[in-house]
């Protein structure tokens, strides 16, 4: 997607050869044309699929989800990290561990919003080792759901999350794959 | 607004009279075309001012914050809760408790993002005791910027922090005001 890639050269910060900051856009500040943008892209993508529901994780994954879902006309549900009062009960949970934040989270879901049967395109806006991603797939098998799609908005391909996941069959469309970067120069696939 | 009122009365569950339950549309499943409209009421509230910047929270506050910064052209900014590895150095900061969550947390923006001058609009979810609010507020002042208004989905009524902003001179636009709940009714102002 040339928008997006033009926004990661302009306004991404390669902060280690691993490590890049998209808080002008995506990650702390949200461009949200560039969101709806990326929301229509994942539509167009995912034309072929007839989903029922869109899951994704709190935050980041939050707006481009919400512009899909807008497209699509589909609820958008984000797991939660953190247990609050009016989220008990009957919930599908995962563990996932994020390396760029250094914690072990717990990610929760409502089974009063994912049923068997219910068909998930899986949002979030990085894919690194996978982590995020196959906790949400874990709530999305526990709920008897099937996952149809994962739609990323920045892949790093150049760590293994992508890889692994397309090796057990799981259809991923990532929308900026990174090949490597450094603080001169960011490679796209 | 009377689509926002239908929505909470149809899908809302009132756990206690001071608990209102709305992950069906707000904090875990989100309706998409409901915060669509959501952020045009907002625009429609705030058509007389000249915002530069709309400032809200993670969690909840993302997509509706994210509709009106597509209405309005304007970049949505979400204050952190967590310490991100790509969030550091030079943050505006804030303490806030959360009742519903029952946690203290750190708020943080970036100073990249907030400058002197930046009028700005804030954005919530939910408005009760004001914590989240009078953190936000305290961020904007910090970063010498003007909070020209504070836009809320669900307010309640019944709890101080309205009145207490209100009285203290800041614009509070809030589509739903509850004057009381309980699990048979509830009452909008």
Known sequence: MQLLQDKIRDFGNVLSPTVLKVDAFLNHQIDAALMKAVGEEFAERFKDVQATKILTLESSGIAPATMLGLVLGLP???????KSLTLS????????H???????SE???????LQAGDQVIIIDDFLANGEAVR??????A???????????VI???FQ???KELRDNGVRVESLAIIDSMDTDHIRFR
């Open 155 to 157: 892949e790093k391909g």
């Open 135 to 140: 906790g949400l797939l874990s709530v999305v």
């Open 76 to 82: 958008v549900i984000f797991a939660r990290k953190r």
């Open 89 to 96: 009960g009957n919930l599908l949970s995962a563990t996932v």
């Open 142 to 152: 526990q709920a008897e759901a099937t996952a149809v799609g994962v739609g990323i």
């Open 160 to 162: 293994h999350g992508g």
């Open 98 to 104: 994020s390396f760029t934040k250094n914690v072990t």
């Open 107 to 113: 990610i929760s879901v409502s089974r009063d919003f």
